[in-house]
């Protein structure tokens, strides 16, 4: 069981948009700390989609987007295409745990 | 350009040791936080622990706690992980991070990651 709750599975079609929420308490999203995603494809590195809750790395394209509200953020996927589908996972920081903490990751396909 | 390569996993016996290292290039080693994380087979990726660019300060997921040790040298541009008491969950693929920014500001490069196995 998770800290940050993300769904498991989002679908869409090319072209569309897509969201993935991540869910977290008062001790991690809701107490303020930066929330923070990633893209990752099994058997590679990870790869830095958003930090800081809505920055982008240098040469993410503008199509990703972060956002955070009260105990959840999201992350937002316009013109969706086939080279994203991916396992995308969110982290934060725990005040309790005093410590980072990831959401179970979400797979996103593309149909 | 920036490069993680994490070397040392193999496969190890429930109660044993091993140690990771991840050898960094391409940036200012000793001025940034690092990290592992591990993703074990069929699951999502685990935060294991993390340091900051001095080594003077360091972190543990409580499933680690007291049976691993972050390490570095700043002088070989070097991260390790010293796993001891390894158990059959410590089963993953462990990557090496660089921080983005501070400790806890996300991690914008990782290595390709380095198999643990733990079985009799």
């Known amino acids: 069981q998770s800290v940050l709750t993300q769904p498991p599975s989002v679908s869409g079609a090319p072209g569309q948009r897509v969201t993935i929420s991540c869910t977290g308490s008062s001790s991690n999203i809701g107490a303020g700390f930066d929330v923070h995603w990633y893209q990752h494809l099994p058997g590679t590195a990870p790869k830095l989609l958003i930090y800081g809750d809505s920055d982008r790395p240098s040469g993410v394209p503008d199509r990703f987007s972060g956002s955070k509200s009260g105990t959840s953020a999201s992350l937002a996927i316009t013109g969706l295409q086939a080279e994203d589908e991916a396992d995308y996972y969110c982290?934060?920081?725990?005040?309790?745990?005093?410590?980072?903490?990831f959401g179970g990751g979400t797979k996103l396909a593309v149909l | 350009e920036v490069q993680l390569l994490e070397s040392g996993g193999g496969l190890v016996q429930p109660g044993g040791s091993l140690r990771l290292s991840c050898a960094a290039s391409?940036?200012?080693?000793?001025?940034?936080?690092m990290s592992w994380v591990r993703q074990a087979p069929g699951k999502g990726l685990e935060w294991v622990s993390s340091l900051s660019g001095s080594g003077g300060s360091t972190y543990y997921a409580d499933s680690v706690k007291g049976r691993f040790t972050i390490s570095r040298d700043n002088s070989k541009n070097t991260l390790y992980l010293q796993m001891s008491s390894l158990r059959a969950e410590d089963t993953a693929v462990y990557y090496c991070?660089?921080?983005?920014?501070?400790?806890?500001?996300?991690?914008?490069?990782w290595g390709q990651g380095t198999l643990v196995t733990v079985s009799s």
């Open positions: 982290q934060s920081y725990d005040s309790s745990l005093s410590g980072r903490v």
């Open positions: 391409g940036f200012t080693f000793r001025n940034f936080a």
């Open positions: 991070a660089k921080a983005h920014s501070g400790t806890w500001g996300g991690d914008d490069y």
